[in-house]
Nanobody, 126 residues
Framework: QVQLVESGGGLVQAGGSLRLSCVAS????????MAWFRQGPGKEREFVAAINRNDGSTYYADFVKGRFTISTDNARNTRYLQMNSLKPEDTAVYYCAATISALGSFYSRRNRYDYWGQGTQVTVSS
């Protein structure tokens, strides 16, 4: 069992940056495949980025490639989502999710994740 708590959201102007944090309690965070999803107003929750538990491979949705980066601080048992060059369309509630499984090609499927945080709001103004 693991509990996830996100933080770091806020209001930022277009072109700005934010770093989201996902702190895990209950087990070492590197034991989990983890992902970030987001849900914008009136939209379905969509995949943003993931990191594989086995080899640390990272995966990104096309719309964030080159702008967002996942990283890990094992000492803090925390994973981060660094978001640069933010756009108004990035406005959403961002969720971190985790599973003990190595997901292979299924990393973008939200029903593969067993644990979810409460979400943190990111608002990008134009």
């Amino acid at each position: 069992q693991v509990q996830l708590v996100e933080s770091g959201g806020g209001l930022v102007q277009a072109g700005g940056s934010l770093r989201l944090s996902c702190v895990a309690s209950g087990r070492t965070i590197s034991s989990y495949t983890m992902a970030w999803f987001r849900q914008g107003p009136g939209k379905e929750r969509e995949f943003v980025a993931a990191i594989n538990r086995n080899d640390g491979s990272t995966y990104y949705a096309d719309f964030v490639k080159g702008r967002f980066t996942i990283s890990t601080d094992n000492a803090r048992n925390t994973r981060y989502l660094q978001m640069n060059s933010l756009k108004p369309e990035d406005t959403a509630v961002y969720y971190c999710a985790a599973t003990i499984s190595a997901l292979g090609s299924f990393y973008s499927r939200r029903n593969r994740y067993d644990y979810w945080g409460q979400g943190t709001q990111v608002t990008v103004s134009s």
